[in-house]
């Protein structure tokens, strides 16, 4: 059954607990003396938090032997949990297999492409499609729920731990033999899977299902599709997995909803998640920032792209850190300010969760130099006392408890066939980066002051003035037909280079590029023209482009060049072209813009689909915007993009969190990476208002 039909799309109700945001952590006590237990439930109570996730990476201490259990140690902080009024989220404790099963059952190791294996010694290592995991793993879940499926404590189920982390993509013989049934049950012949695949060429041809590998190392560029297919099914593996763990739970405790961690991050592209969403009660996340440029409007990206996949309904926020982590090259502790302000983005975005990897730094272990929420210093520390401001912040905002994201006005589309297929091997470029090109476009989006939604493909595109697609390097008939019906209601549609070139089966549509989109966009593309590192293309309109050009011809009526190519072979021939039909538009960028390319092209498109922000001026680009809907209300998040304070001038409504702020009518003052949040009526007008109701200065303090 999928969650769409059950009613559990949230913790489990406790009687006499109001509606909050949840706050909490990891919490792995199982690595600490019994003494520091007591400290631990204190000190989560001075700081507020409300729920931990237990048991993570518990499964040796739970099962030191095959037959043997141990629980009297869980159950005790089970018990000192609910006493001291601390909800846990309880993991299933299956994530990383204990050193017996692996002794007794090596034939669990995942395999490399290269045919190595992966070994025990850190965790992950087992392989999604093990029938000796799998039996192992459920018979510890079946354990973990009879135990505790009654008890007060429990609130929701956490399977595993980041599904696919280490072990997406598994290269053993269980994996070929689970792949081949995987393609028995899609293409049904061998003869249709030889047509799909293309095996006509480089003497690829099978004869029977028994003769397909996965894509192991090979000779050269391995087949793309048979590529593209075992993506879809080391995602489809997982999942299933995930679902094994959930029937099971399920069987025990139908009114305990479940749930697993996403990784919606960065280049964590492995796991198919909006289609992973439907077998969840409720969508969980987990999110490190990666220091860069734009590190900040990724985390907005990801949390917004998380809020998509949850329908728009409250996420949970399972994991994230206080300070630096441990595992890229250089950590760089979180600055002043960015504790509270990157966990309110994710507020913004519709978490009604707030939760940290982990509870107390470890000392001891692969993750001893991670931040956690009571860091090795104790709490007399900063990062405590931030961690104590966080709870009163969350505490304040409560009645935001169960509101939903509200709908922006532009969106962007992120399809994950796209993503996977795009940045396949032997194609025009190896530089392309799906995610990259997404984000840029967010960027300019925030520098306009514009709210925008991340929409996994299948969202309803009509709700939206403006859907930006870029790279739709996949476009089956039926999105072809989705978009075209977008466009000719009135929408107004961007999609750029490598954009419309295949099927679902990764074969090239014929007769032209953008050969989906090609009469959508009343263009045609005979030969692309990617670009060289070294290679810059100027644009008539002062701006470059890198990476791709395309020669394009204008085949349609009614399109206008927006810019051209000023230099090179292609120079005075069409860049970036508009195509009008009726009162929609759709526009095609054939070069990776750069911020002021983006930002006249943003500009443009959003003055023909008139759509303005809901910013005063001075504060777009410098404050991020979101919205979210409870009842006749909208909760307004002003989030400071910048380390200077900005001056709000008057704004309309009454002030629910700032930190320098004051009644309606009067100037607020929104500090360094600060948030503000306003509650407004749903009809309240823009904040915008004319330019001189709002005479603002900007990092004026
Ligand atoms: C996550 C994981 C946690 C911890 C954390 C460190 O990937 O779920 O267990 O390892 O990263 O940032």
Redesign the pocket.
């Known amino acids: 059954m999928s969650s769409s039909s059950r009613p559990l799309s949230w913790l489990k109700q406790q009687p006499g607990r109001a509606p909050h945001l949840s706050f909490g952590a ?1 919490y792995n006590p199982d690595q600490w003396p019994r003494e520091v237990w007591d400290e631990d439930i204190a000190l989560m109570r001075e700081a507020g938090v409300t729920i931990v996730s237990l048991a ?2 518990s499964w040796a201490r739970i099962q030191p032997a095959k037959d043997e259990w141990d629980f009297a140690w869980l159950d005790e902080i089970m018990d000192l949990l609910h006493a001291g009024g601390i909800q846990v989220d309880l993991a299933t404790a299956t ?1 990383s297999p204990p050193p017996w099963l692996t002794t007794l059952h090596p034939e669990i190791l995942p395999v490399t492409v290269n045919g190595d294996t992966v070994w025990p010694g850190a ?1 992950q290592h087992w392989r999604p499609t093990s029938p000796v995991f799998r039996d192992h793993a459920l018979r510890l879940v079946d354990a973990m729920a009879e135990r505790y499926g009654d008890h007060p404590a429990l609130v929701a189920w956490h399977v595993s ?2 599904l696919g ?1 280490h072990n997406i993509y598994d290269f053993s013989d269980d994996a070929a033999r689970a792949f081949r049934l995987w393609l028995e049950r899609r293409y049904g012949t061998i003869e249709q899977l030889n047509h799909v695949w293309g095996t006509a060429f480089w003497s690829q041809r099978y004869g029977s299902f028994e003769q397909i590998l996965p894509p192991r190392l090979a000779a050269s560029h391995p087949n793309p599709t048979q590529q593209l297919d075992f993506k879809r099914f080391s995602s489809d593996a997982l999942k299933e997995y995930l679902v094994a763990e959930r029937e099971v739970l399920r069987r025990h405790t139908p009114d305990v909803p479940v749930t697993t ?1 996403f ?1 919606v991050m960065h280049e964590t592209r492995g796991m198919n998640y909006p289609d992973w969403a439907a077998e969840v009660d409720f969508v969980s996340n ?1 999110h ?1 920032v990666m220091p860069s440029e734009q590190d900040r409007d990724e985390l907005s990206f990801s949390a917004n792209l998380t809020g998509n996949i949850a329908g728009g309904r409250p996420w949970f926020l ?2 994230h ?1 206080t300070s630096a ?3 890229q090259s250089v950590n760089l502790a979180k600055r002043e300010g960015e504790l509270l302000r990157d966990s309110l983005t994710h507020v913004a975005h519709g978490a009604d969760a707030v939760c940290f ?2 509870w107390r730094q470890s000392a001891a272990g ?2 001893k130099y ?1 931040s956690g929420m009571v860091p090795h210093a104790g709490a007399d520390s900063a990062v405590f006392r931030e961690v104590v401001r966080l709870g009163e912040t969350l505490r304040t905002l409560a009645p935001l408890a169960g509101a939903t994201r509200s709908t922006a006005p532009v969106a962007i589309l992120f399809d994950w066939e796209s993503w996977w297929a795009s940045e396949q091997d032997s194609h025009p470029t190896d530089r392309l980066r799906y995610r990259a090109e997404a984000l840029d476009w967010y960027t300019a989006l925030l520098n306009a002051g514009i709210r925008a939604d991340v929409v996994p493909t299948g969202t309803p595109l009509e709700r939206y003035r403006v859907v930006i697609a870029p790279i739709l390097h996949v476009v089956p008939d039926a999105l072809a037909a989705s978009l075209s019906a977008y466009v000719e209601l009135g929408g107004h549609l961007v999609t750029t280079y490598f954009s419309g070139i295949v099927d679902e089966n990764d074969h090239v549509f014929l007769g032209g590029y953008p050969g989906a989109l090609r009469d959508l966009l009343g263009i045609r593309i005979e030969e692309f023209a990617p670009l060289l590192d070294t290679e810059q293309a100027l644009l008539d309109t002062g701006v470059t482009g890198t990476l791709w050009t395309d020669r394009i011809e204008v085949t349609g009526a009614d399109v206008s060049v927006l810019a051209r190519y000023a230099s090179g072979e292609f120079a005075g021939l069409p860049a970036v072209t508009r195509r009008d039909t009726g009162d929609g538009t759709a526009t095609y960028v054939s070069t990776r813009l750069r911020p002021a390319g983006l930002a006249g092209v943003v500009d443009a498109l959003l003055a023909r689909a008139g759509v303005e922000s809901e910013l005063p001026a001075a504060l777009r680009g410098v404050v991020e915007v979101t919205r979210r809907t409870q009842g006749s209300e909208d909760y307004w998040f002003l989030v400071n993009r910048t380390a200077e304070p900005v001056d709000l001038g008057a704004l309309d409504g009454d002030v629910v969190l700032g930190h320098e702020s004051s009644a309606p009518g009067q100037t607020a003052t929104l500090s360094a990476r600060g948030v503000v949040v306003l509650r407004r009526p749903v009809d309240a007008p823009p904040l915008g208002g004319s330019p001189e109701q709002h005479e603002l200065r900007v990092g004026a303090h």
Request: net charge negative; hydrophobic share 40%; aromatic share 18%.
């Open positions: 990891d993570i990476f994530a965790r731990n980041e982390c961690n990784m987990d490190y399972m994991e850190s982590v441990n595992w990897f982990q692969a993750e991670h």
